[in-house]
């Protein structure tokens, strides 16, 4: 025993105390005085490392910025244009998740797992709906080298499976590296009521927004709010803050305030408007003298009827759309005052690299008329007998508000991507040509005068995170968390910032969108195809542009080049192939219809219990969509209760029962609301039984996009109404509420009086039961839907 003790007693380095060290990297002894402290490395940014500051807006076309040559006042991008580089030849993808999964990647967005909106997911890699486990996001990569992580906004890269509160999270923001999230997970919302915010991991539980509450407000309040915690909490650490705003994605809202700015600039309409920016454009440098602008889209489908063959009380309902469209994009200028502003205020400003940009070009879906019902307008495309036009007439005063989800014709997107032609999905520029900014002071000094104004160079969203790497010395490993990443696709624009004369060589390009394929390459040719659903591919769809002598796709030279045809529809097929491209999308609409097996738990029963937050939106709508279903109500009603015994759905569309005044019976009566995308239809079913009582939702869906109701109390029918249109596409938007109904109300009246209007009896539970399917449901067709794919194979 002593000589252990005399062997231990000399070197106190030399001692280990129990317990596992291995990995220790000092010096333990018996006491802290007689030990060497040490602690595990933290990743540390580079002396004087910038922050980082992206801003994405959605479906903001190339032309749609003062600065790019809009009317439209954007003093605070203008600015950042002026004292930045500004782009004026830069493409994305032809839609919003892919353009997502790609800048945040550098990696094209097939390969990343994101060649679709992440709203099918019909069992292939290439359209995964999530980013795959070997590619990493900036914020990952930023994170490990010791910056904190901020995203704002609308995220759009997670399963619609997935997006409820039981998850899995593996795809949500902070699962991909962000430190901080807060925004909406979907593709868009009601940006005066949300249908759900997210912040971090959990749902913000939210009964009733304040009074003239607007969502991009809100996330501009946010990302301020984060930026200054994070640089009070520790100065020296450098911030990575993704903004993604969820405008100006239709439904088409705005601040009243912002839309008075606006009212009767669009009355000469879109065709004035589009030569307007044009000579703008070209007056600004930012196209060459003589760059022509194409005629008008005639395309089959996509044309647009010239302004002035139009009715008086359609031009003034569009140019009142436009208007909204208008406020919208003032409204995301004044959020990039506030944020820039910020920087300024916290010293930050100089130091930041500030990029801004577009996820596609302008969009189409409001489709010819434009519609103050956006969900009606989605699923017009399978219901062609739904359409409303005079319905929207009588709304235009609602333009802008809460109650209404607008969206502009297609023409208006057509002006907002001069002088390209075409939309958003295509593969023509107007899909994929949008504003690019980068704005960083500190690093345009240090690298000159040069590094300031316009860059011409052909550059792509994959270049951006090889660019803010290496501008921010962020080095991108060739494994990461137990995988070996993908090579990216993008190439730095370092040199280009450097020098505006420089080569910017990203190499070819590939693009593709729901059947539309297009192929750049590198230098001065491109082949672009328009797909008409239903009809084969072949060689003969390809058209064929000299991009160095007609930008704008007005010459199509295929019928002179058909070698170099034949040439660049190789170089689109073998990046097809390496980039997981295939299949493509024939048209049939089975991508939306054909859904995985892990998706049948979310379409069993369930019973929800009084004070139950509101079912997720995918999940309840699983509960009706396309098909019958029974929703019952176990309540315990006295004298003198009112409120709202279940609601699902919004102003976009939704039903629900109401325990409602009457004059007759202070019990009340029970009211049947269906919101049939705007159109409200009430049934009075009598007076609310009252004690306990099961009052039952029985709905029969028999086909052709119609639900017949029956309501009953106990074994007796108390309300019945046939024919009334089924809800579909994303609508219901808002999930199932029990007792009350939160948010954007089905029933907007009540809402105006009662506000969420919760129940004031006992109510216990709801419990939705679904049944058969519609006669017509498409996923009752999966064969004939692949038949018919199959023969354009």
Same mark, same amino acid.
């Given at each position: 025993?002593?000589?252990?003790?005399?062997? *231990?007693?000399?070197?106190?380095?030399?001692?280990?105390?129990?317990?596992? &060290?291995?990995?220790?990297?000092?010096?333990?002894?018996?006491?802290?005085?007689?030990?060497?402290?040490?602690?595990? +490395?933290?990743?540390?940014?580079?002396?004087?490392?910038?922050?980082?500051?992206?801003?994405?807006?959605?479906?903001?076309?190339?032309?749609?910025?003062?600065?790019?040559?809009?009317?439209?006042?954007?003093?605070?991008?203008?600015?950042?244009?002026?004292?930045?580089?500004?782009?004026?030849?830069?493409?994305? =993808?032809?839609?919003?998740?892919?353009?997502?999964?790609?800048?945040?990647? !550098?990696?094209?967005?097939?390969?990343? !797992?994101?060649?679709?909106?992440?709203?099918?997911?019909?069992?292939?890699?290439?359209?995964?709906?999530?980013?795959?486990?070997?590619?990493?996001?900036?914020?990952?990569?930023?994170?490990?080298?010791?910056?904190?992580?901020?995203?704002?906004?609308?995220?759009?890269?997670?399963?619609?499976?997935?997006?409820?509160?039981?998850?899995?999270?593996?795809?949500?923001?902070?699962?991909?590296?962000?430190?901080?999230?807060?925004?909406?997970?979907?593709?868009?919302?009601?940006?005066?009521?949300?249908?759900?915010?997210?912040?971090?991991?959990?749902?913000?539980?939210?009964?009733?927004?304040?009074?003239?509450? &607007?969502?991009?407000?809100?996330?501009?309040?946010?990302?301020?709010?984060?930026?200054?915690?994070?640089?009070?909490?520790?100065?020296?650490?450098?911030?990575?803050?993704?903004?993604?705003?969820?405008?100006?994605?239709?439904? $088409?809202?705005?601040?009243?305030?912002?839309?008075?700015?606006?009212?009767?600039?669009?009355?000469?309409?879109?065709?004035?408007?589009?030569?307007?920016?044009?000579?703008?454009?070209?007056?600004?440098?930012?196209?060459?003298?003589?760059?022509?602008? +194409?005629?008008?889209?005639?395309?089959? *489908?996509?044309?647009?009827?010239?302004?002035?063959?139009?009715?008086?009380?359609?031009?003034?309902?569009?140019?009142?759309?436009?208007?909204?469209?208008?406020?919208?994009?003032?409204?995301?200028?004044?959020?990039?005052?506030?944020? &820039?502003?910020?920087?300024?205020?916290?010293?930050?400003?100089?130091?930041?690299?500030?990029?801004?940009?577009?996820?596609?070009?302008?969009?189409?879906?409001?489709?010819?008329?434009?519609?103050?019902?956006?969900?009606?307008?989605?699923?017009?495309?399978?219901?062609?007998?739904?359409?409303?036009?005079?319905?929207?007439?009588?709304?235009?005063?609602?333009?802008?508000?809460?109650?209404?989800?607008?969206?502009?014709?297609?023409?208006?997107?057509?002006?907002?991507?001069?002088?390209?032609?075409?939309?958003?999905?295509n593969t023509h520029a107007g899909g994929h040509s949008v504003p690019f900014i980068l704005h960083w002071p500190a690093g345009q000094r240090e690298r000159g005068d040069a590094a300031g104004g316009r860059r011409d160079q052909w550059a792509h969203?994959?270049?951006?995170?090889?660019?803010?790497?290496?501008?921010?010395?962020?080095?991108?490993?060739?494994?990461?968390?137990?995988?070996?990443?993908?090579?990216?696709?993008?190439?730095?624009?370092?040199?280009?910032?450097?020098? +505006?004369?420089?080569?910017?060589?990203?190499?070819?390009?590939?693009?593709?969108?729901?059947?539309?394929?297009?192929?750049?390459? *590198?230098?001065?040719?491109?082949?672009?195809?328009?797909?008409?659903?239903?009809?084969?591919?072949?060689?003969?769809?390809?058209? $064929?542009?000299?991009?160095?002598?007609?930008?704008?796709?007005?010459?199509?030279?295929?019928?002179?080049?058909?070698?170099?045809?034949?040439?660049?529809?190789?170089?689109?097929?073998?990046?097809?192939?390496?980039?997981?491209?295939?299949?493509?999308?024939?048209?049939?609409?089975?991508?939306?219809?054909?859904?995985?097996? &892990?998706? $049948?738990?979310?379409?069993?029963?369930?019973?929800?219990?009084?004070?139950?937050?509101?079912?997720?939106?995918?999940?309840?709508?699983?509960?009706?969509?396309?098909?019958?279903?029974?929703?019952?109500?176990?309540?315990?009603?006295?004298?003198?209760?009112?409120?709202?015994?279940?609601?699902?759905?919004?102003?976009?569309?939704?039903?629900?029962?109401?325990?409602?005044?009457?004059?007759?019976?202070?019990?009340?009566?029970?009211?049947?609301?269906?919101?049939?995308?705007?159109?409200?239809? =009430?049934?009075?079913?009598?007076?609310?039984?009252?004690?306990?009582?099961?009052?039952?939702?029985?709905?029969?869906?028999?086909?052709?996009?119609?639900?017949?109701?029956?309501?009953?109390?106990?074994?007796?029918?108390?309300?019945?109404?046939?024919?009334?249109?089924?809800?579909?596409?994303?609508?219901?938007?808002?999930?199932?509420?029990?007792?009350?109904?939160?948010?954007?109300?089905?029933?907007?009246?009540?809402?105006?009086?009662?506000?969420?209007?919760?129940?004031?009896?006992?109510?216990?539970?709801?419990?939705?039961?679904?049944?058969?399917?519609?006669?017509?449901?498409?996923?009752?067709?999966?064969?004939?839907?692949?038949?018919?794919?199959?023969?354009?194979?």
């Amino acid at each position: 025993m002593s000589g252990d003790q005399d062997q *231990g007693a000399g070197d106190h380095g030399e001692r280990r105390a129990a317990g596992p &060290y291995e990995g220790f990297g000092g010096r333990v002894g018996n006491t802290f005085a007689g030990s060497e402290s040490w602690w595990p +490395p933290r990743p540390e940014p580079g002396a004087g490392a910038p922050n980082v500051v992206v801003v994405l807006v959605d479906d903001l076309g190339f032309a749609d910025l003062g600065c790019y040559g809009s009317e439209i006042p954007t003093p605070n991008i203008d600015r950042l244009a002026a004292n930045g580089v500004q782009f004026t030849n830069f493409h994305v =993808t032809p839609m919003c998740s892919p353009t997502r999964a790609a800048l945040l990647t !550098g990696v094209n967005p097939h390969r990343a !797992g994101a060649g679709h909106v992440a709203n099918s997911d019909p069992g292939f890699p290439g359209y995964a709906a999530e980013m795959a486990d070997d590619v990493a996001t900036a914020a990952e990569l930023f994170r490990d080298a010791g910056y904190h992580t901020i995203a704002v906004g609308k995220w759009h890269l997670t399963k619609d499976a997935d997006l409820s509160d039981a998850g899995p999270r593996h795809s949500w923001p902070l699962q991909r590296g962000f430190d901080r999230y807060y925004g909406v997970l979907d593709a868009f919302t009601n940006l005066h009521h949300p249908h759900r915010l997210v912040e971090d991991n959990h749902t913000v539980e939210v009964d009733r927004y304040p009074d003239g509450y &607007y969502v991009t407000d809100d996330l501009t309040d946010r990302a301020i709010s984060m930026i200054r915690h994070a640089r009070a909490s520790n100065p020296s650490q450098p911030f990575f803050c993704y903004f993604a705003h969820i405008a100006v994605h239709a439904p $088409l809202q705005c601040k009243a305030s912002d839309h008075d700015r606006h009212r009767g600039r669009y009355d000469a309409g879109w065709d004035v408007l589009r030569e307007e920016r044009h000579r703008r454009q070209v007056e600004l440098g930012l196209l060459p003298e003589g760059t022509a602008l +194409p005629p008008r889209n005639s395309e089959e *489908g996509d044309e647009v009827l010239p302004w002035d063959d139009l009715d008086p009380a359609d031009q003034a309902l569009y140019a009142r759309y436009m208007e909204v469209y208008a406020a919208m994009v003032d409204s995301v200028d004044q959020s990039v005052g506030r944020l &820039y502003d910020a920087l300024e205020e916290t010293g930050d400003a100089d130091n930041t690299i500030f990029l801004f940009l577009s996820d596609n070009g302008a969009s189409r879906e409001g489709e010819a008329a434009g519609t103050t019902a956006y969900f009606r307008s989605l699923v017009s495309k399978n219901a062609t007998d739904i359409e409303d036009h005079g319905f929207d007439l009588e709304r235009i005063d609602l333009a802008g508000t809460a109650q209404a989800l607008v969206h502009y014709p297609r023409g208006w997107a057509m002006a907002s991507n001069t002088p390209f032609r075409l939309y958003k999905i295509n593969t023509h520029a107007g899909g994929h040509s949008v504003p690019f900014i980068l704005h960083w002071p500190a690093g345009q000094r240090e690298r000159g005068d040069a590094a300031g104004g316009r860059r011409d160079q052909w550059a792509h969203v994959t270049d951006l995170l090889p660019t803010l790497c290496d501008l921010a010395g962020v080095t991108r490993p060739a494994e990461r968390a137990g995988h070996v990443l993908q090579p990216l696709n993008g190439v730095s624009l370092e040199t280009v910032l450097v020098d +505006p004369g420089a080569t910017h060589d990203h190499g070819s390009q590939y693009t593709e969108m729901a059947g539309h394929r297009g192929f750049y390459d *590198g230098e001065r040719w491109e082949v672009v195809t328009r797909h008409k659903e239903l009809t084969p591919f072949g060689d003969n769809e390809w058209e $064929l542009y000299d991009l160095t002598a007609d930008r704008t796709e007005t010459t199509d030279l295929a019928g002179e080049h058909p070698e170099l045809v034949t040439e660049l529809a190789a170089g689109w097929e073998q990046a097809a192939r390496d980039n997981q491209v295939y299949p493509l999308d024939e048209g049939s609409r089975l991508r939306y219809v054909i859904r995985p097996d &892990y998706e $049948l738990p979310y379409e069993a029963p369930v019973r929800l219990a009084s004070g139950t937050h509101t079912l997720e939106r995918y999940r309840s709508q699983l509960l009706i969509q396309w098909r019958s279903f029974d929703v019952d109500v176990e309540v315990d009603h006295g004298t003198g209760d009112r409120g709202v015994l279940v609601a699902h759905g919004d102003q976009g569309g939704g039903y629900g029962l109401y325990v409602v005044d009457t004059p007759d019976d202070p019990a009340g009566e029970l009211v049947f609301v269906h919101n049939g995308y705007g159109r409200l239809s =009430t049934t009075r079913c009598g007076p609310m039984p009252e004690g306990p009582s099961t009052v039952r939702l029985e709905v029969t869906a028999p086909g052709h996009w119609r639900w017949n109701v029956r309501v009953l109390a106990g074994d007796s029918c108390i309300g019945e109404v046939d024919d009334l249109l089924m809800l579909g596409a994303m609508a219901p938007f808002e999930g199932i509420d029990v007792g009350i109904d939160r948010r954007s109300p089905v029933w907007w009246d009540v809402y105006q009086q009662h506000g969420p209007f919760p129940y004031s009896g006992t109510l216990r539970s709801v419990t939705y039961t679904p049944g058969d399917r519609a006669p017509d449901a498409g996923t009752r067709f999966l064969d004939l839907l692949r038949e018919i794919g199959m023969r354009y194979e």
